[in-house]
């Protein structure tokens, strides 16, 4: 069967998802892990979330979850900015993950998906828009998902939805609410023909993707937009700064205009999803050769075994689950 998802299309069975999920203060079945519609955090978007990734290690009973602290401490993060106070520290959220996956013990590449939110009022509080007099919970869900990042690339536009700035909403976390604007620039894309877009800051400069950030490739140069552009501090982006030097390239942060894309020699996409992703074409006009280039093939061919548990130097960013 045919799965729509951000970045293309591809022929695969659609995500499933697994036996047990842990909601608010223990391990469920899956089908129990239900909120009523009184959560407060489903009326107003008061929720932060995070996306981690567990593949397959070829050969051997287990799954290899990618940074896992990395982005439990992002999750860590984005609870403080809206006040949501979890009884876990980032030591036992990953415990928490771990035994998830144990629990399941699917040996297929998944997709782990924390989310903590504001729950219901506290005695004493009335209902409305606030971040306190609300107590707070934690489920966190896990499915399988293959790799659905087209190797042929994906076509951009440029979005007319411009990307909020990080005084009107805190860009920086993964806050459920602020996904409005991802979803409003993806469906207009779509709408259009494309695979994805591109939003600008209201500077004009270049942000990122709906849900991955952006790259430009021009000879042995890597370029990418400054956190400053009101863009999400990827975990993946991280990931690509440091492979980077494998590959003899200068890494810059700077702003980049919207030309800057246009005449780069390629472009990519990285985010947990998606991983390297190439661009091979936006707004109607192709990147480069409108062909996957060396350096993202290279880097996309990196980050796709080291993952996996290819390179010994990084496994350090690697959470090691024995499966059946």
Known sequence: MTAEVSGGTRTDERPATTAWAYHRDGFVPVAEATVPVTTQGLHYGTGVFEGIRAHVVPGRPELAVFRLRDHLERFARSCRLLRIDLPQDTAELAAVVVELLSRNGVARDTYIRPLAYKYRPLPGTGPGVSLRGNSDALSVIAFTLGDYSPAAGVRCSFSSWTRPPG???????????TYLNNALAVDEARAAGYDDAILLNERGDVAEASTANVFAVRGDEL?????DA???EGVTRDTVRVLSADFGLSYTERPLQPADLLVADEVFLTGTGMGV???VGIAGRDVGTGEPG?????????????????????????TRVRVP
Do not use: F, M, N, Q
Request: charged share 25%.
């Open 294 to 318: 060396t350096v993202t093939t290279g880097l996309r061919h990196r980050y796709h075994d080291l993952v996996r548990g290819s390179d010994d130097r990084y496994e350090h960013w690697l």
């Open 167 to 177: 005084r009107s909403l805190p860009v920086r976390a993964k806050a459920t609410g």
């Open 230 to 232: 009101d863009i999400l």
């Open 223 to 227: 370029l990418t937009p400054p956190l």
């Open 277 to 279: 992703t190439p661009v």
